[in-house]
């Protein structure tokens, strides 16, 4: 039996790299594909806890958030692609209109 | 029934403020149909003020309480009115005056810009000095004595692009403040004492403190004392009594019907009235008694000798006014409130005529208010020298005229009261002797001899019209016929037997004595001495007097530059003064005041500045932001 | 054919009973555990973002691999198709469309977001050393799940007690698909 706790820390550990990764890279695509990992962790988290407790709502968290995941997918690629279209850069550093 | 009308009597000018106020302000002013709201307002505060005289002389003093205008602790201040006898002749001399007034400035103010403006503010202070007479507590007391300071204020101002004008109205306003000051020292004084400020809880509680003595300034003074002479610095102030009168002459710079109504008749006589009405407190206290009488007497003598030489009518009748005061003032404090206030009330009317009159000269030879540039105007101004002529026998004190009752009753009563009384008779002696002779200075130099008049004013010189007349008439009929209200006729006097219950209950007062008749022809002799020696130097040999002036030259600039008591508060205090608020300004309002209100945008408006940095519109920077916030979360939960 | 899978199966069956199923078990999830971080790293470090993309394809199959262990096949098979099937290649279309340049990786701050990133993760850790991992238990066994299987368990709980939040997640989907059509078509907005 893997004790729970292994899932859990796997979970955190995923999710920090998700969060390293939207910090430290310039390339927005790179950024969106950590937002993924950071979904992925906490999705491996509710299946486990769903395992362990014994209880199906877990799963059902975990189909909702795959919908929601892929709306963002949709929404942000295509944000991207209008963005390029102005500026024809993928830098995260050049985009930086909306400030004082 | 009663009550109603009496009640009445305040709120109808008021009602007149407003309404004409609310014109004023809607734009649509009422311009020269204005008297038609203030007139009638008080012609009907006149007709109540009749009905109350009868009722209360038939059924004694009666109050109404308005509303309870404060509660604090203890403290209770309501706004109500008490009409007992020394009310009621007081909102006769009040109203009639007004009324006159009023009528007379329909003529006067004809065309002027500010027409409107000044009937409210005439009914304003209507308002407010039948408010003061009718009070029955300290505190509206001071309310309305403040409130006709501020009346007269806006009055004196009324042609307010007048420099002088405007100078004038705030020197009358500060100077009463400083009178007011003492008043109000005096009333908290009383409130700290008594827990009330009611006159009737007052009068009961206050003579039970008699003995006690206070501190000030390491001098031992008794309490009761020490509240009459406060009280009586705020009569000073409004009562023009040295060294406090040196706002009366300079409020000359108002109108005409102004200075009648306020600074002859009204408002100064609020000073007196309130000496009168507040006499159960002052007679706690002989050696206050003293002072104030002994003020009177000053006064009355040195505003007389300034009068002596003025060029100006208007001051020099303003002066008169000063003396006259000085007269009531004296009276009180010897005692005799009851012959201050008959004095007052024949003042008010042959002042006010005598002050109308001026203003119908002046009127006549449009603007003209030098008495060297005036002279032999009787043939062209008959009504008005009439009056005039009518009014100065008043205030000479000639008899069957009103102002011989009067202040013969007030030299008697100091005579009799004997010791220093003596020596308050002999300056109220000479000072009518000096009365007499400034008044019919002036009567013999405008109204007769060569004529000084200038060429251009001499154009439109013409008898006034009758709505200024008529009052003249009026007010010249009541100086004849007021005084017989003190006739001793079969030993009744009739202000005696009105006044006395009020100011005088316990005092058994004779009006009886062998010294009257000689007293009275003392009095006669005195100021028919006075008329034959302004006769003599300005019709007989009119150039005497300048050679007077010559021969003591000192003493005629003294007199006329008022015994250089206005240069005197300059140097002492004015400068100082305005030194001190000049610095204050700059010091504190500017640097400081400013400085931190200023200073506390500038700081929001630099820490802004310094904040607004975070907002670097990268992307990543936020998200470190976030994760630095999620980060400190964390740590707190940790650390719990 | 069948030979061949008949002799694995015996020989899986085999190795079951000679090792354990516990001992299965877990060789499985630290291989699969092990894959995921390894890929995940090298999404974020990658300097080429198909190369990111592919890897994180392996990391979806092998997350897919750890439902399986988890008793969850039917979120297994979600997991595939949506993630690998439709949104990685919704990434491989964008960055193949906008045909970038490798560029110079690392933000300016990339000092900063690793220590944050350890830093957070020890308190993580800390955390977790704390807590007691408990809650109430449900009714859906492992032995029950099995049986029902976990389509059928899954279906009947979110039609029944989640109906609505279905129908939310469908509204957002709808949501999703309009504004990406409006964000992405040249001059939809201008008209």
Redesign the interface.
Known sequence: ??P???????S???F????????????I??????I??ML?AT??NF???????????G??I???T??????????G??????L??KKAS????E?????? | MVMLTDALIPLLPFAAFVIIGLFELSGRGLRDRAHWIAVPAVLGSLIFSFAAFGSVLSGGPRGLTFFTWAVSGTFQASIGIHTDALTAVMLLLVTIVSSAVQIYTIGYMHGDRGYARFFAYMSLFTFSMLMLVMANNLLQLYVFWEAVGFCSYLLIAHWYERPSAAAAASKAFIVNRVGDFGFSLGIFLIFTLVGSLDYAKVFAELPKHVGETISVAGVEIGVVTLIALLLFTGAMGKSAQFPLHVWLPDAMEGPTPISALIHAATMVTAGVFMIARLIPIFNLSPAAMGVVAAVGACTALFAATIALTQNDIKRIVAYSTVSQLGYMVMACGLGASVAGIFHLLTHGAFKALLFLCCGSVIHALSGEQDLRKMGGLKSHLPVTYWTFYIGALALAGIPPLAGFFSKDEILFRAFVSGGAGIFFWGVGVVTAFLTAFYIFRLIYTVFHGPSRVEPNAMKHLHESPAVITVPLIVLAFLSVTVGWAGLPIHGFNGIEAVLGPVLSPEEHTESSSALLVPLMLVSVVVALAGWMTARYFYLTRPELPKRLAEQVPALYRLSLNKWYVDELYDRLIVRLTVRVANGLWREVDVRMIDGAVNGVGWTALAWARMMRRIQTGQLQHYALLMALGALVMLTVYLLR | MSPFLTWLERSILHTRKRVGDHLMTQLLFFYFAGVIIVTAIYVIASRNPIYSALSLLVMFFHVAGLYVLLNAEFIAAIQVIVYAGAILVLYLFVVMLLNLRQEERYHRHFALGIFLGLVIFVEIVLAFAQTKFSGTQGDFTAAKLKELGDTQAIGQTMYTTYLFPFEVASLILLVAMVGAIVLAKKGIIEK
Do not use: P
């Not at chain 1, 299946?47 to 709502?57: D, G, N, P, Q, W």
């Not at chain 1, 690629?77 to 209008?82: D, E, F, G, T």
């Not at chain 1, 993928?90 to 550093?93: I, K, S």
């Open positions: 039996m893997v729970l706790s292994y899932y859990v820390m796997l955190a550990v995923l920090i790299i998700g969060v390293t990764g939207v910090l430290i890279r310039r390339n695509i790179i950024i969106l594909l950590s993924e990992l992925n999705n491996i299946v486990a806890f769903s395992h362990y407790l014994h209880a199906i709502t799963q059902v975990v189909f909702f795959l919908t929601v995941a892929a709306a963002e997918v949709a929404i690629l295509a944000i991207i692609i209008a390029y279209r993928l830098n995260v550093e985009i930086n209109r909306l400030k004082w």
